[in-house]
């Protein structure tokens, strides 16, 4: 059951992202990508860990996509038309650029197995996941984060603001 | 999800991912379009780390995952605030047209 | 039960119990549109709708068969995808999370303890919060999709309200599930099991005054129904609907509304427990309390909205962000403050 849930989701992540590169409406990239998204975190569900599946969709398609999407229409962004310069040539130097990206990634990747303590134990609760972010490990980043955090909103309102 | 050939498939998965952003950053001249891809990448990663962290049955991959969404949710902001100014300042988004560094 | 194996037995439990809440859930819209309509009237000195069968009951359904038979527009230069689209995201999202909150006691039948809720997820507030961040995309669509300024306007105005006050109502949350130590709903109503003096409305007011206000915003009732007051922008974003699909836009906001006073009675007025210690919290008694308090919330909604002026959008915009945020950012570090020497 768990395998043919993995595979419709795998399959719609997969043409999604077919649509969002081929759409010409940015606005339609926006919303198969917002699709990719809810895949991804169902996907993450799938995997074991409810924490990152919510979050997936807390912050990446329910924030950022949001900010996208205000963007796209505030700036009344129009369909890409097409430009002399986009040849067949163009296209498949760039499709076999990524296919040796993909093959060179593939061929270290896909030689991995499980290893460590394995999948047997798995414990990916929130409590877990808590204890972890706020070990000694990883605190100094997380603090550190509520810094970027700040900087990056003191940055786009500089930014986008039409007068300072 | 305790099949033991979930790790290739879900690491199969997010290579298609990322060459699939790659191709759109490659081949897209919409700077928010490319912006897009760049997040479909960043996403194809999430999906390794997480598959890794499951096979390895630690949670350190999670963590990571957490810092990534951390990141890209600055990175999102900032970056559209400049395509923001790039659009007020040459009406345009078309990536071509900002070729000034170009030799 | 015998002769069916245990899916068999969860999938038909989970078909039976989607079917009730759906069920109630569009009774009680429909019955609330009445409701809204006839205290409105009360509380503005007239009458209010009473020609419909004895004293206007049967109102909703003269208004459910005047939609149906109006004719559906879809503007020349709409967007025809996002428009059909929008209203089944918004009513997707408002029934997504109606299928993880409770709505009454676990109660005993059948030789097994059942719960009134559709999927008991361990990260049940976190998936409220989740459902609620995707619940912006119906309206943001739906003022895209129809090509007119007013209705886009609107629409990103809403949607930026929904989400800045999104922020204050997660936050809100964090002190409740800081006192109950789980994100399971159930177990926030058990932890304010005893006397009322364990409701998180007296425990955590901040809280509970954030989160009654960003609750408000975030279904759009006055006074913060800017985007669709129909003085202001013609009527938002959905200017341009029509007949069943106004209809469905109406009823994912509505469902909202009942989510969102169902989800207080379960966080801050203590679920179906009664607060003197001795009455019974168990089986029809507690869905009593349930639903008075539930019923109770619904009146103040409308009460509100009989009473209070609306917000103008800086005034609601700066009130979200710079009041209702350090607030519930203040209520978390006491809470935490308090939860980390307790355990000392």
């Known amino acids: ?103 060179q990634a593939g061929a270290v990747l896909l030689r991995a197995r499980p290893g460590g303590t394995g999948a047997a134990a798995y414990d990916a609760s929130t409590r877990r996941m808590a204890e972890i972010l706020f070990s000694p490990y990883f605190l100094y980043a997380f603090e550190a984060t509520s810094v970027l955090i700040l900087s990056a909103i003191v940055g786009a309102v500089v930014l986008a603001k039409k007068e300072l | 999800m305790d099949a033991p050939g979930f790790l290739q498939h879900a690491l199969l998965l997010s290579l298609l991912l990322f060459g699939i952003g790659a191709l759109g950053v490659f081949l897209r001249r919409n700077v928010i379009t490319i912006f897009m891809c760049v997040e479909l990448m960043l996403n194809a990663a999430n999906l390794a780390f997480v598959a890794f962290s499951r096979a390895h049955g630690t949670l350190d991959g999670q963590v990571l995952v957490f810092f990534v969404m951390v990141v890209a949710a600055a990175e999102a902001a900032v970056g559209l605030a400049i395509v923001i100014a790039l659009q007020r300042h040459r009406d345009t988004l078309d990536v071509d047209a900002f070729s000034l560094m170009r030799w | 039960m015998e002769g069916l194996t245990e899916l068999q037995v969860e999938l038909l439990a989970a078909t039976v119990k989607v079917l009730l809440v759906v069920g109630v859930l569009l009774g009680l819209f429909s019955g609330m549109t009445y409701v809204e309509r006839r205290l409105l009237a009360f509380m503005q000195f007239r009458l209010g709708p009473n020609r419909t069968g004895p004293l206007g009951l049967l109102q909703p359904v003269a208004d459910g068969i005047k939609l149906f038979f109006k004719e559906e527009l879809m503007p020349a230069a709409a967007n025809r995808l996002a428009f059909l689209g929008a209203p089944v995201v918004a009513i997707a999202t408002a029934f997504m999370a109606v299928a993880v909150i409770p709505y009454g006691p676990p109660f005993e039948a059948f030789g097994r303890r059942w719960q009134i809720q559709i999927a008991d997820l361990d990260v049940g507030l976190l998936f409220l919060f989740a459902i609620s961040s995707l619940g912006v995309y119906g309206i943001v669509m739906a003022g895209w999709a129809a090509n007119n300024k007013w209705s886009l306007l609107g629409g990103l105005r809403s949607a930026a309200q929904m989400f800045s006050y999104e922020l204050s109502l997660g936050l809100s949350f964090v002190g409740v599930i800081l006192l109950a130590g789980s994100f399971r709903i159930a177990d926030i109503v058990d932890r304010q099991a005893g006397g009322f003096w364990n409701w998180n409305a007296i425990v955590q007011f901040p809280a509970f005054l954030v989160y009654s206000i960003a609750a408000c915003a975030e279904v759009s009732r006055t006074p913060f129904d800017l985007p669709e007051g129909e003085s202001e922008l013609v009527a938002g974003f959905h200017t341009e609907y029509s007949s069943m699909r106004f209809a469905l836009l109406q009823m994912a906001e509505y469902v909202n509304m009942i989510t969102v006073a169902v989800l207080a009675t379960n966080l801050f007025l203590g679920g179906w427990h009664p607060g003197v210690p001795g009455l019974p919290a168990e089986g029809i008694p507690g869905f009593v309390w349930f639903s008075a308090k539930v019923g109770l919330i619904l009146f103040v909604f409308i009460w509100l909205r009989g009473t209070l002026p609306r917000f103008r959008y800086d005034q609601l915009m700066s009130f979200g962000w710079k009041v209702l945020i350090p607030l519930a950012v203040l209520n978390i570090l006491a809470t935490a403050a308090v939860v980390a020497l307790a355990r000392r």
């Open chain 1, 1 to 103: 059951m768990d395998a043919v849930l993995f595979y419709v989701f795998a399959v719609l992540a997969v043409v999604n992202a077919v649509l969002v590169v081929a759409q010409r409406n940015p606005v339609y990239s926006a919303f198969c990508l917002i699709a990719v998204l809810c895949c991804l975190s169902a996907i993450y569900g799938l995997l074991g860990s409810p924490f990152i599946a919510t979050l997936q969709i807390v912050v990446y398609a329910g924030a950022i996509m949001v900010l996208f999407l205000f963007v796209l229409m505030l700036l009344n962004v129009k369909r890409e038309e097409r430009s002399p310069g986009d040849g067949v040539r163009l296209k498949a130097a760039g499709f076999l650029l990524c296919a040796v990206l993909v093959a």
